[in-house]
């Protein structure tokens, strides 16, 4: 990782990786239960960081987290993403990326946790949450990794947006944090972007939830109200549980809505979502776009033989019908493009073009409900080249400062125009709501 100012720096690291195999959701849910017995893991040590770049880190949510449970229940049954073994970085040289996406002797095996918190590291709001120190006054020494990972992340933002260009930040104390409590990343295996970005918000949220004492949970049905008044319901809900600068930034809230085709009764449900995983149309050859993956995302779709659920009206389990929109938009909306596949032999990857706007990504279609705004402007894109046998992540950002684009790639940091920001490699896109007055 290097900085806009100085794309000459460069990040040591200090340990080769060897390839692995894919890990499953089903391995990642058993390591939850273990969690509690990391503290004595061995941590190796993080290699030096440039100014005003990000390196690498990961907090694993805690063994209860209700988020990352429902992620797991949620996704972990649908798709499967690989993980990815990379090279490493030789100590003295800058990092050049080879010609052969599978050769992995010039590349940084830390990259998905570069290009993750390259991201994170330019979305403003967050980066003023630590530049300004606002994150003390949140923080939850009742949070089972008390206050060690928030600190330490914001202190680290801090020192690559406040260290002269060239000088290197070393991200060890945080590293070390990370790894204590997630054993499963000590070490330099290369890993899946969106389950670390998943796993290192639901950390940072839950050291800054405002909640300090959890209400017990309510078993008092909604089904008698209207949909808007249940979905406010649901939503007041969560935040008596889940409440903190890091949510209010993320967490938007989807409606799904199950209807039988026996009976015709609709039943409703409101869950808060903290990403999109899209599926990518497959039209042959040809390129899509990012509306082809949203509408796809929230068509109709037909549960039916042993997806039949029952139906609380018919009493039986009956053919249903099944689709998604937007009941409330977050600030900062993250689409994860599904490219890895996960087979019974092999895992595969998607390389199809996904077309997405920079500008103006109007959502108002997807709304379950009539929506004024939705409109969002896309600032940041982490990118997966390569397989899913040997591959690498990379940043494309626009700087909250200056508004200029910039690719990182481990060590390297360039100038780009934003008329290069759209690549079959995008994986992860990072869009932010745009002001009403911004589009007057």
């Known amino acids: 990782c290097g900085s806009p100012s100085s794309p000459t720096g460069y990040l040591p690291s200090s340990a080769p990786l060897s390839r ?46 209700e988020y990352v449970r429902g992620y ?27 010609d052969d996406p599978c050769d992995v002797s010039a590349q940084d095996p830390t990259c998905f946790m570069n290009s993750i918190l390259q991201c994170l590291s330019n979305t403003k709001e967050l980066r003023d949450y630590c530049l300004q120190n606002q994150y003390l006054r949140d923080l939850n020494n009742n949070s089972r990794m008390r206050t060690a990972l928030m600190s330490e992340f914001a202190k680290l933002i801090q020192l690559l947006w406040t260290s002269s260009p060239n000088e290197s930040v070393s991200p060890s104390e945080f590293k070390t944090q990370i790894q ?21 918000l639901d950390g940072l949220h839950s050291e800054v939830n405002r909640v300090l004492v959890r209400p017990r949970a309510s078993t008092d049905t909604l089904d008698h109200l209207p949909d808007d008044e249940k979905s406010r319901q649901m939503w007041r809900r969560y935040q ?27 039943s ?25 993956c949203l509408r796809l995302f929230t068509k109709e779709d037909v549960l039916d033989g042993d997806e039949k659920p029952t139906c609380c009206r018919c009493k039986a389990r009956t053919r249903c019908t099944k689709k998604f929109s937007i009941q409330k938009f977050p600030k900062i909306l993250v689409l994860h493009l599904k490219r890895f596949s ?33 409109v969002y402007n896309l600032y940041a894109v982490s990118n997966h080249s390569g397989t899913t046998m040997g591959g690498h992540y ?15 790639n481990d060590s390297r940091v360039t100038p780009m125009s934003s008329s290069h920001v759209r690549s079959s490699d995008a994986y992860l896109l990072f869009y932010e709501l745009a002001s009403p007055s911004s589009r007057m």
């Open 72 to 98: 797991l229940e949620s996704y972990g049954r649908k798709s499967h993403h690989s993980s990815l073994s990379t090279g490493h970085l030789s100590p003295s040289q800058p990092c050049e990326r080879s």
């Open 20 to 65: 692995h195999k894919s890990i499953s959701h089903s391995d990642l849910a058993r390591e939850f239960s273990g969690l509690h017995t990391s503290d004595s893991a061995y941590l190796p040590a993080a290699g030096a960081l440039s100014a005003r770049s990000n390196l690498q880190g990961l907090y694993q949510a805690a063994t209860h987290s």
């Open 180 to 200: 204590r409590y997630a054993p499963r990343f000590v070490g330099y295996n290369q890993q899946d972007a969106q389950e670390f970005l998943r796993f290192l």
């Open 240 to 266: 008596e549980r889940e409440d903190s600068r890091i949510s209010d930034l993320f967490v938007g809230q989807l409606k799904s809505s199950l209807t039988c085709s026996e009976c015709g009764y609709c």
């Open 342 to 374: 996960e087979a019974r032999i092999r895992s595969s990857k998607l390389t199809t073009f996904v077309n997405f706007p920079l500008k103006d990504l109007d959502l108002r279609e997807l709304a379950s409900q009539s929506c004024n705004h939705a």
């Open 268 to 292: 409703t449900a409101f869950d808060p979502f903290w990403d999109l995983s899209l599926p990518i149309p497959k039209k042959g050859y040809g390129e899509v776009t990012l509306m082809d």
């Open 394 to 408: 990379t940043a494309y950002c626009k700087s909250p400062v200056s508004s200029e684009w910039h690719s990182f």
